[in-house]
Every structure is written in C-alpha cells, then in structure tokens.
C-alpha cells in the first residue's frame, strides 16, 4: 500500500510539473502583438510609397510587354 502511495506521488508530481512547464512555454511563445502590429503597418506603408513612385514606371512597361507580344 505504501509503494502505491508513492507512486501516486511520483506520477502526481510528475504531471503538475508537466504542466506548469507546458504553461511557461505557452505564454513564453505568445510573441510580443504590438510590435507585429507595427512591423505590418510599417511594411503597408513602405509598400504603399514605392507604388506610389514606382507605379507609373511598372504600368507603362507592363503595357510595353504587352503591345510587344500581341502586335501594333
């Protein structure tokens, strides 16, 4: 009785300290939102300034391509 007492113990232990380790994990691995947020909104604005210079420029030569290929 003694013996499967402590190993009651043993798996009881065994398994909150499973667990709490899961847990740290968990919230260690949640990442940091704000700074997600703010490198996907610094990358749309970056993005939106080079369309907005470069637009023209990529339209033209798109257009260039394709009267090349399908004739006057």
């Known amino acids: 009785m003694q ?11 065994a398994l909150v300290t ?6 740290d994990r968990m919230e260690r ?3 940091d ?3 997600w947020v ?8 970056i993005v ?3 369309w907005a210079v ?3 420029a990529l ?5 260039r391509a394709v009267n090349g290929v399908s004739g006057p």
């Open 33 to 35: 939102v704000p700074g």
């Open 29 to 31: 691995e949640r990442g």
């Open 54 to 56: 470069a637009g023209p």
């Open 48 to 50: 939106t300034a080079l």
């Open 18 to 23: 499973t667990r709490h380790r899961l847990t």
């Open 38 to 45: 703010l490198i996907t909104l610094m990358t749309a604005g």
């Open 59 to 63: 339209s033209s030569m798109f257009s």
């Open 3 to 13: 013996t499967n007492r402590r190993l009651g113990d043993r798996i009881t232990r």
